[in-house]
């Protein structure tokens, strides 16, 4: 099997993303308390960029305290935080690849004690899994929070972001409103789950000028009374409509975490249908993800035109260069699905990974 489908650029609005891998956002607890680089996120991100994929997504970058997902995100809260971001982003550019950045709000998938402020939702639900009682937003919150994603989208461009991703999956902020798992409101926002997501579109659109926009969603939450396909292949086209670029397809929440970053038990490429399902929903590319685990497959996924560009992480967390090598028939040094990762980010510690002792 070629590579031929996989190494094909794909240009987006003024870009030219290279080749159709992506490293997708990852969160790493490798920033300072204030959410600045560090020499280790340098690092990291320095030997991803050697690996050639396309187009890497850093962060999640935190738009504002209150915001934040755990205890040492990136941040992108004040002005400060702009010139170690834009060397970040150089040194990937550098290297051949489009730099991303991911804009995240943790609503009430945060805690407060880690914080320092209350956490914030669509209602006054807890996260089953956090179990802390959330504030519900009010409407100047709403705004506060809109605005905040705004200039944090208008601060990673400034400082070299040429795409930026709205993270809308996982159950946080932007997924909470989305979901009628987290959202009973009876205003506008609760009537038109949508809206809170689509004015922030909207408004980076208008206000932070003309940079492609990827918008990232659960298309599946697996949790009952969350959403599901049906929901979000009607969802998907209002996102476009307000200005989406990229959809990039992911699945679950906090309550169906397996979903977030399967294990191999659950199958190769366990939720590439759903990329598949949303890109006949939508006329932007799409990006599949979730157990994508050689180049080969990767090639299929886009020559069968299930999605546009896919998203590979555990495995170039344990091998930097798995593209680069995969391109050459080099062996890569496997991710070996021990779900180290993931338990030491939900545990608030920095992650690591036993096949790669650089990282
Ligand atoms: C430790 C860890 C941190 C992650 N952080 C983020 C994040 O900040 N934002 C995001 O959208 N996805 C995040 N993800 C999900 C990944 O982007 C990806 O969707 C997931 O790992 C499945 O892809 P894979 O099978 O190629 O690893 C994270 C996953 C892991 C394991």
């Known amino acids: 099997m070629g590579l031929k489908s996989v190494l094909e650029p ?59 997902p755990g205890p040492n995100p990136l941040r992108i809260n004040s002005d400060k935080h702009i ?21 995240i709000h943790a609503g009430r998938q945060t805690l407060s004690v880690m914080t320092g402020h209350p956490s914030f939702a669509p209602s006054a639900i807890p996260c089953p899994i956090i179990k802390e009682m959330p504030i519900e937003l009010d409407i100047k919150g709403i705004n506060r929070i809109q605005d905040d994603f705004v200039t944090a989208a208008r601060r990673v461009k400034k400082a070299g972001a040429e795409l930026i991703e709205l ?15 987290s ?4 205003d506008g926002y609760g009537k038109d789950k949508s809206l809170f997501f689509t004015e922030i579109i909207e408004k980076v659109k208008q206000k932070v000028g003309d940079i492609p926009v990827s918008c990232r969603i659960s298309a599946d939450e697996f949790v009952d009374g969350g959403l599901t396909l049906n929901e979000t292949r009607k969802i998907a086209p209002r996102l476009v409509d307000a200005g989406a670029d990229i959809i ?17 038990s659950m199958g190769i490429g366990v939720h590439v249908y759903l990329a598949k399902e ?3 929903s939508v006329d932007v590319p799409v990006i ?21 560009l896919v998203a590979i992480c555990r495995p170039q967390v344990a091998d930097p ?17 021990c779900g180290k990762c993931m338990s030491l980010l939900m545990s608030g510690n920095a992650v690591s990974c036993p096949q790669n002792p650089e990282l």
């Open 248 to 264: 990039s397809v992911a699945a679950g929440t906090y309550a169906s975490m397996k979903h977030m970053a399967p294990p191999l």
């Open 278 to 280: 949303i890109r006949s």
């Open 10 to 68: 794909l240009i987006i609005n003024d870009i030219s993303i290279p080749n159709r891998i992506v490293f997708p956002a990852f969160q790493t607890n490798f920033a300072t308390r204030d959410g600045f680089i560090t020499e280790r996120l340098m690092r990291m991100y320095k030997m991803l960029a050697a690996g050639k994929s396309g187009l890497i997504i850093t962060g999640a970058i935190s738009i504002s305290d209150d915001g934040a």
């Open 288 to 308: 599949s993800v979730d157990n994508i685990r050689s180049l080969e497959y990767a090639d299929q996924i886009i020559s069968e035109k299930k999605s546009d």
């Open 321 to 337: 260069l798995f593209v680069k090598k995969s391109i050459n028939g080099q062996p890569v040094v496997e991710c070996i699905d």
């Open 167 to 181: 993270h809308g999956a996982f159950g946080y902020l932007i997924g909470g409103f989305l979901s009628p798992f």
């Open 83 to 103: 010139s170690g971001l834009k060397e970040l982003f150089s040194v990937i550019r550098k290297n051949g690849s489009v730099p991303g950045a991911q804009l």
């Open 183 to 186: 959202n009973k409101r009876s």
